[in-house]
């Protein structure tokens, strides 16, 4: 059974920093693409950043420059570095594995964590 544990929100002040973690299992991790999402109340959830199996790096305009994607496979476990956090970035960042389709949909992806809570406030 696969499961994916994220991990590492919580709340902070605009210009602050936050590191997240995923915590994969019951997968093959090494040759799975990995993804963050992440869903504002009263908004649909979106692409935050990708990871390949072998490493390339995809972000939303929205976050990149400020966000990092990486991942260590011996670990099974991918992060999401986030720094200068803006009041918009507050949200519930998910954790997902690619199965097929286009990178930058939820459909896209087969295997979803449980969502760790991200807010940016003053």
């Known amino acids: 059974q696969v499961q994916l544990v994220e991990s590492g929100g919580g709340l902070v002040q605009p210009g602050a920093s936050l590191r997240l973690s995923c915590a994969a299992s019951?997968?093959?991790?090494?040759?799975?693409?990995m993804a963050w999402f992440r869903q504002a109340p009263g908004k649909e959830r979106e692409f935050v950043s990708a990871?390949?199996?072998?490493?390339?790096?995809y972000y939303a305009a929205s976050v990149k420059g400020r966000f990092t994607i990486s991942r260590d496979n011996a670990k099974n476990t991918v992060f999401l570095q986030m720094n200068s956090l803006k009041p918009e970035d507050t949200a519930v960042y998910y954790c997902a594995a690619f199965t097929g389709g286009s990178r930058y949909s939820t459909n896209s992806y087969g295997d979803w964590g449980q969502g760790t809570q991200v807010t940016i406030s003053s």
């Open positions: 990871i390949t199996w072998s490493g390339n790096l």
């Open positions: 019951g997968l093959t991790f090494s040759t799975y693409d």
